[in-house]
């Protein structure tokens, strides 16, 4: 529910305006309404008129042509409402030409509501879009307002701090966090109540204009507060939550589901894989997601709206933002990283011990090992189109001195808004030093093809390929055998003919 108001519109310029208007309609078609406006023109005051005569009033023939070509009878019968308010230049008595400038429609939204999660008896999160130019070069401002459900009239109100956890990537838009914290309780009797945000412009867009778009960002049941509360209280449900990021074009069901059975079988019982499908969640990777979905491992997340709002990849940075503060006191620990990433802990090592080891990091990053998405062994060209992706590509890039991209994972109570390579809103220390502890490895490109990555079978354990050297390394090849058995396991032999 959006309810939008502009504070410099007064009554009294209201009520000009539509004079202005009822001018520019007489202006622009007077041909055929000549005598009804005629009449119509007697009930105005012959006075404030002349005030807003255009300094052109009288028609030209091309005004007349387009009156009868373009213009439509129906427009005018909606009367000046409908139509947009015309200035017209006009010619000051020394001379001087005032030229008009006349704004037509609204290029991006002030803000786009995805959603709002509360974080504490007196702390709101709400997640949204806005438009990047307002942002970049103007200063809009947010304002949080609590009202109770049974007595309204006590309502609170604070100033939201925003946070802008995509800034430098967003398009038309960009992802707007707005951390409402008030300084008492809110809500924290139970009873239910509304969290109002009201975003305004701050003469962004339009100097003269504080546009200012209340809106009713969540509405809290005390059914809503009593989970909030008990899922605050109890403890996480789960000890890792994977947050995906926007799933997008024709993705290969055979490389997620050996993503999802490496996955669930290394975070374990206690882990929930969130994903979100803008758009890439076609029939055959529904069937792979299915089973996880049917065990209650895996949520999927309709986003493809979304692609209404031009923002980066997707909207990458909304969507993981939406999953931190949803899922904020549901998991011990949250993973951001993509399907085509693979998280590995060394063979002596659990995924709980090491991060047992990093509790008192709110976050830690993890190295990428960059393998090759077409390189081969020779032995497995005649069967490779039965190996699993990771089994028979282990060609690793070794190639020095370039900075890759890392990934991270989080304890995300301590955490506000994320990035999608590493948080910067958070409280808490933030470590880099995890090598030899997790590290991931990327096959880069092999998620959205569908034919056989494959391409060249090699038999020794270095080569260098177009200036890039690169060693064998089996790994992930080495584990392949007991990811296959966890997934007959866990679910049966229904994925078996899953298709690349
Ligand atoms: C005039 O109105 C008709 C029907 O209401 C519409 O189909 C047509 O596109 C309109 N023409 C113009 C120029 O707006
Ligand atoms: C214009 O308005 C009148 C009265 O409000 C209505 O009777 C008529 O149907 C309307 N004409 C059109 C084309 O909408
Ligand atoms: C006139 O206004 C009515 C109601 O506000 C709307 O349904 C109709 O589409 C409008 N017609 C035109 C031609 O703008
Ligand atoms: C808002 O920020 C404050 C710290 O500035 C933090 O304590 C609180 O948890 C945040 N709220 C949400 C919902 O992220
Ligand atoms: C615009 O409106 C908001 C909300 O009403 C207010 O906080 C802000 O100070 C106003 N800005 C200006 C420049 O008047
Ligand atoms: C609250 O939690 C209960 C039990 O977990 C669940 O059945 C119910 O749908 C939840 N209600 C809301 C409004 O989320
Ligand atoms: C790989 O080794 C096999 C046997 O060892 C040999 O027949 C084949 O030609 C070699 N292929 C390449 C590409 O070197």
Same mark, same amino acid.
């Given at each position: ?12 310029? %209201? ?73 017209? %230049? ?55 307002? $609590? ?111 050996? $993503? ?31 089973? $996880? ?8 997340? %309709? ?16 969507? #993981? ?72 590509? #282990? ?14 994972? #989080? ?90």
């Amino acid at each position: 529910m959006v309810i939008s108001n502009s504070s410099s519109t007064t009554k009294e310029k %209201d009520h000009n305006k539509e004079r202005r208007m009822f001018v520019g309609v007489v202006w622009n078609c007077a041909a055929e309404l000549k005598l009804l406006l005629t009449t119509l023109l007697f009930l105005c005051s012959l006075a404030t008129l002349l005030q807003f005569l255009p300094s052109r009033f009288f028609l030209s023939p091309s005004d007349l042509r387009h009156c009868l070509s373009d213009s439509n009878i129906t427009t005018l019968n909606n009367s000046s409402s409908q139509l947009p308010h015309i200035n017209t %230049d006009y010619l000051f008595n020394d001379g001087v030409l005032k030229r008009a400038f006349n704004p037509f429609g609204s290029a991006a939204y002030n803000f786009i509501l995805m959603s709002a999660y509360r974080g504490g008896p007196n702390t709101f999160a709400v997640v949204g879009l806005s438009s990047k130019p307002l942002h970049l070069y103007a200063n809009p401002t947010y304002q949080c307002r $609590w009202v109770p459900h049974h007595d309204p009239l006590n309502s609170i109100s604070t100033a939201g701090h925003k946070i802008l956890p995509d800034w430098g990537y967003g398009r038309v838009y960009t992802v707007v966090v707005v951390n409402c914290t008030f300084p008492t309780l809110a809500g924290a009797d139970g009873k239910g109540g509304q969290l109002l945000l009201r975003a305004a412009t701050n003469g962004g867009g339009d100097r003269t204009l504080n546009i200012t778009d209340t809106i009713l960002a969540l509405d809290e049941t005390p059914q809503d507060f009593a989970n909030f509360t008990a899922q605050f209280t109890s403890g996480p449900k789960y000890d890792y939550l994977y947050c995906g990021s926007s799933l997008y074009g024709n993705l290969s069901p055979q490389r997620v589901r050996e $993503w999802l059975a490496y996955h669930v079988r290394l975070l374990g019982a206690r882990s929930h894989f969130v994903i979100h499908d803008a758009g890439g969640v076609h029939e055959g990777l529904m069937q792979v997601l299915r089973p $996880w979905m049917e065990k209650g491992f895996v949520t999927l997340q %309709d986003i493809r709206e979304q692609e209404r709002f031009d923002g980066y990849y997707h909207n990458q940075f909304l969507i #993981v933002n939406d999953c931190l503060h949803r899922y904020r006191f549901a998991a011990k620990w949250m993973f951001f990283f993509d399907v085509d990433e693979f998280i590995f802990v060394p063979k002596k090592s659990t995924i709980k011990s090491i991060l047992d080891s990093l509790t008192d990091f709110t976050q830690f990053t993890i190295e990428q090992m960059p393998m090759s998405n077409k390189l081969c062994l020779t032995q497995d060209a005649p069967t490779a189109f039965r190996k699993w992706g990771f089994e028979k590509l #282990v060609y690793k890039d070794v190639k020095r001195g370039i900075r890759r991209d890392r990934k991270y994972a #989080v304890q995300p109570q301590n955490v506000f808004a994320t990035g999608v390579h590493m948080s910067q809103n958070m409280v808490g220390k933030t470590t880099h030093k995890t090598e030899g502890r997790i590290k991931y490895f990327h096959y880069h490109g092999t998620i959205a093809e569908r034919r056989e990555p494959c391409r060249q079978f090699l038999n020794s354990t270095e080569i260098t390929i177009d200036g890039i050297p690169y060693i064998v390394d089996t790994t992930m090849r080495d584990i392949a055998g007991a990811v296959k058995r966890f997934e007959l396991k866990m679910i049966g032999s229904r994925l078996q003919r899953t298709r690349q």
